[in-house]
């Protein structure tokens, strides 16, 4: 099971320094259940419940601000991205405030490539950041992100709560003045992902919305 091998892999890497944080966004099937019978084998992760469905954004931001460490990595359950790419986010995060793994720079590796129609969606979802919100980051979107503790403050100033959540995050990094790093990662499409291809679609109006917060004052930071 992921968790478990999360877990393998940093007690080898980080022998009791670590810490799992697992956020079950209102599921309705067993996965509380099935996560709550780890416990007693990962005694390193703490489980949170969303009462109700939020978001994936709502329940990273909830994770990112319950770690305790001095860095904090989120990565999707599935680990499309192999846990083992970890080091080479690491490498960089006493030099930059957020490291990211990255799709779409040179040295990615693509091992299982979406669907078309999902893939022609991300792209054009990716054209849209860059063109509301001009960060200059190629992908946005891959779940693996490794934050320090400085810039986990940025999670308190998050207000998507839904797909967009991760360019807004990384918009607020650069408009703050946060050092981003991005790195080419291995990456493997999950056939049993639950995004579907209209939630790129109604990710730019998240997107909109991050551009419009910002030109409005909403972003606390402003003030």
């Avoid at 709502?58 to 359950?77: I, T």
């Amino acid at each position: 099971m992921a968790i478990e091998e999360v877990a393998r892999y940093f007690r080898v890497l980080a022998p009791g320094d670590f810490g799992i944080v697992v956020i079950d966004d209102g599921s309705r099937d067993r996965t509380a259940e099935i996560v709550e019978s780890l416990l007693s084998s990962v005694p390193e992760m703490r489980l949170l419940k969303n009462e109700v469905n939020s978001g994936k954004g709502y329940s990273v931001r909830r994770g990112m601000l319950a770690a305790k460490e001095d860095y904090a990595l989120f990565l999707d359950v599935d680990l499309s991205t192999p846990i083992s790419e970890f080091e080479k986010l690491e490498k960089y995060i006493g030099e930059y405030d957020v490291v990211i793994g990255s799709r779409a720079v040179a040295g990615a590796e693509i091992l299982k490539p979406q669907p078309w129609m999902k893939a022609l969606c991300g792209k054009t979802a990716g054209f849209c950041i860059s063109l509301i919100l001009g960060t200059g980051i190629h992908d946005t979107q891959c779940g693996f992100k490794l934050f320090n503790m400085r810039s986990r403050n940025l999670f308190w100033l998050q207000k998507i709560n839904r797909w967009s959540f991760d360019a807004e995050i990384l918009f607020l990094a650069k408009k703050l003045g946060y050092g981003i790093k991005e790195i080419p990662v291995c990456w493997t499409n999950d056939e049993r992902s639950l995004v579907k291809s209209m939630d790129c679609f109604r990710s730019f109006w998240e997107i909109v919305k991050v551009r419009v917060n910002y030109l409005l004052g909403r972003y606390d930071e402003r003030h």
